[in-house]
């Protein structure tokens, strides 16, 4: 298995741009976590679905985020527009179902600057 | 209170000691526990689970809960070099369902 594939691994970018993340999860796995993790704040779960349907989106810092799951193996979160502000390592991560005792896989990550 | 606190550190050992990293936890009713290591410029990788009361051991690494107090804490023995990392400590809350608390992590540095 290819673990949690994310995409791009680096984004640079300007305030006011549109910035698109992607995240393929493990295949099998049911539910699809995005966290943001910066030096101050640590790991913050931003959005997390079940079975493609989003069940808490409370972590969303504002109207600008938005994300989606339009399928079991794909998800975006997008910024739009991008403020300073948000620069910071955006991490998705999968876990399968009916595992409250376990933990679940991270992708690789992308870094977003936007200046 | 935040509802995961760990040290701040960093924590610095020597090649050969235990380390000893701790980790408290406000839900009394929390039931899984969590360590996650993560190299720096890297993503978080598991590396023990408990969720139940005493200890769990595998291989260097011992996970200790005692729910009683909410702690959880992460023993390291003979740490090596590239036991340096930081460590993160991520629970279950109460009704959360999937979703994992992490709290802020602490950095280990092991001195050769």
């Known amino acids: 298995d290819a673990g949690v594939i994310q995409s791009p691994r680096h984004e640079v970018t300007e305030m006011g741009q549109e910035v698109t993340l992607r995240c393929k999860p493990i295949?099998?796995?049911?539910?699809l976590f995005w966290y943001r993790q910066t030096m101050m704040r640590g790991l913050e779960l931003l959005i997390y679905?079940?079975?493609?349907?989003?069940?808490?989106d409370s972590g969303m810092p504002e109207d600008r985020f938005s994300a989606k799951m339009p399928n079991a193996s794909f998800s975006t979160l997008k910024i739009q527009p991008s403020e300073p502000r948000d620069s910071a390592v955006y991490f998705c991560a999968s876990s399968p179902s009916g595992t409250r005792l376990y933990g679940y896989t991270f992708g690789s990550g992308t870094r977003l600057t936007v200046v | 209170q935040k509802e995961v606190e760990q040290n701040s550190g960093p924590l610095s050992v020597p090649e050969g000691a235990i380390a000893s990293l701790n980790c408290t936890y406000s839900d009394r009713g929390s039931q899984s526990f969590f360590w996650y290591r993560q190299y720096s410029g890297k993503s978080p990788e598991l590396i023990m689970f408990i969720y139940s009361n005493g200890d769990k051991e595998d291989g260097r690494f011992t996970a200790q809960l005692n729910k009683a107090s909410q702690y959880v804490s992460l023993l390291i023995r003979d740490s090596q070099p590239s036991d340096s990392a930081t460590y993160l400590c991520a629970v279950r809350l109460t009704g959360a369902n999937s979703k994992l608390t992490f709290g802020k992590g602490i950095t280990l540095s092991v001195r050769p």
């Open positions: 295949s099998g796995h049911d539910y």
């Open positions: 679905f079940n079975n493609n349907v989003p069940i808490d």
